[in-house]
Nanobody, 118 residues
Framework: QVQLVESGGGLVQAGGSLRLSCAASRSILSINTMGWYRQAPGKQRELVADITSGGSTNYADSVKGRFTISRDTAKNTVYLQMNSLKPEDTAAYYC????????????WGQGTQVTVSS
């Protein structure tokens, strides 16, 4: 089992930056993929960025060049650095972990709100 605790959300003006953190309860090197998703009111949850245990990263087109996913394996924490924020980035951001053993297990954090004012 994996517990995920997000932090770092808040209110920021357009053009500003925020860094989200997701602390995992086990070594993130043992987790196949960790990612950030977001959900705006009335919209489906969507992938923002993810990172595999091998360090490969993947980004949604809408955030490429503005957001960076990274990790600190010593702290078992994954980060999402968000720069040049836009009002359309406003959403609840969730951390997700996918653990593949005999079966595939998916875990979610509680979410953190990001609000970008124009």
């Amino acid at each position: 089992q994996v517990q995920l605790v997000e932090s770092g959300g808040g209110l920021v003006q357009a053009g500003g930056s925020l860094r989200l953190s997701c602390a995992a309860s086990r070594s993130i090197l043992s987790i196949n993929t960790m990612g950030w998703y977001r959900q705006a009111p009335g919209k489906q949850r969507e992938l923002v960025a993810d990172i595999t245990s091998g360090g490969s990263t993947n980004y949604a087109d809408s955030v490429k060049g503005r957001f960076t996913i990274s990790r600190d394996t010593a702290k078992n924490t994954v980060y999402l650095q968000m720069n040049s924020l836009k009002p359309e980035d406003t959403a609840a951001y969730y951390c997700k972990a996918v653990l593949v053993l005999v079966q595939r297990y998916t875990y979610w954090g509680q979410g953190t709100q990001v609000t970008v004012s124009s």
